[in-house]
């Protein structure tokens, strides 16, 4: 039996957020951001499983609150984070149990993603991908500076994309990324392409945003309350 696995970076401080509180833990309609992230997952049908990387100091409050709110017969596995987005990766899929084949990462933050992404993204990788990766056109004006703030011309943007998640890889090309790993990067497609793995782009959604600053949550607490009203 081979199945797909998501893992869960959720382990970040949310220092760009600056509620005091790790930002899978920040509440979106009285419910923590985490917990939605995790609903979508579990809506995918495609997803057996997830491993969470919480933060190292909130791993039973995690824990927790997944058997509080989550009533899901799949299992959800807590592990304790790390200091890097990657590490907290590497923490999670350390945990995936031999049969999983395929594995989803999706940020706790991008909590609002539609599960049908999910299956997209899976779709493309059981078709023979090694990692696909939604993404979306770049809408703002890229311009680069010098250091001391002046103008060094503007970039093309057309084939620029804003990268989101939830991405998705074969397991053993995402295993020998992070095996590769000498520096940090923001996302786990580009440990896959340092060691040759050709990454895929579909559409991405506006839905996948990043819940980032204080801003964001305003635009998070109107989608989950039009999510309820219109069912
Ligand atoms: N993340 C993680 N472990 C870390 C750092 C980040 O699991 N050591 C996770 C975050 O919890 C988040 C995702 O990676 O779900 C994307 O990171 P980001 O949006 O930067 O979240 P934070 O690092 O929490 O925010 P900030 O950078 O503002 O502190
Ligand atoms: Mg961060």
Do not use: N
């Not at 899901?72 to 990657?86: C, E, F, I, N, T």
């Not at 000498?182 to 392409?193: H, K, Y």
């Amino acid at each position: 039996v081979v199945s797909t696995a998501a893992l869960v970076p959720a382990a970040g401080r949310g220092d760009r957020l600056g509620a005091g509180i790790p930002k899978a833990l920040q509440p979106v309609c009285g419910v923590p951001l985490l917990v939605h992230a995790l609903r979508a997952l579990l809506a995918a049908p495609s997803v057996a499983l997830v491993a969470v990387a919480a933060p190292p100091g909130d791993v039973q409050r995690v824990r927790d609150l997944v058997a509080a709110h989550l009533g899901d017969p799949k299992p959800v596995l807590v592990v304790a984070g790390g200091p890097s987005r990657q590490a907290s990766v590497a923490a999670a899929l350390g945990v995936l149990p031999a049969d999983v084949d395929v594995v989803v990462v999706h940020d706790a933050a991008r909590a609002f993603a539609p599960a049908d992404l999910v299956e997209t993204v899976v779709a493309a990788v059981r078709a023979g991908a090694d990692a696909v990766v939604p993404g979306l056109p770049v809408t703002d004006t890229i311009r680069r500076v010098g250091l001391d703030g002046r103008g060094l011309g503007t970039v093309d943007r057309a084939d620029l994309r804003s990268v989101q998640t939830p991405q998705a890889f074969s397991r053993s090309v995402l295993e020998a990324g992070h095996a590769a790993a000498v520096d940090e990067e923001t996302d786990d497609a580009a440990l896959v392409e340092r060691i040759g793995g050709r990454v895929v782009v579909v559409v991405g959604s506006d839905e996948a945003f990043k819940v980032t600053r204080p801003i964001d949550l305003v635009l998070a607490e109107a989608l989950v309350r039009q999510r309820q009203e219109t069912g």
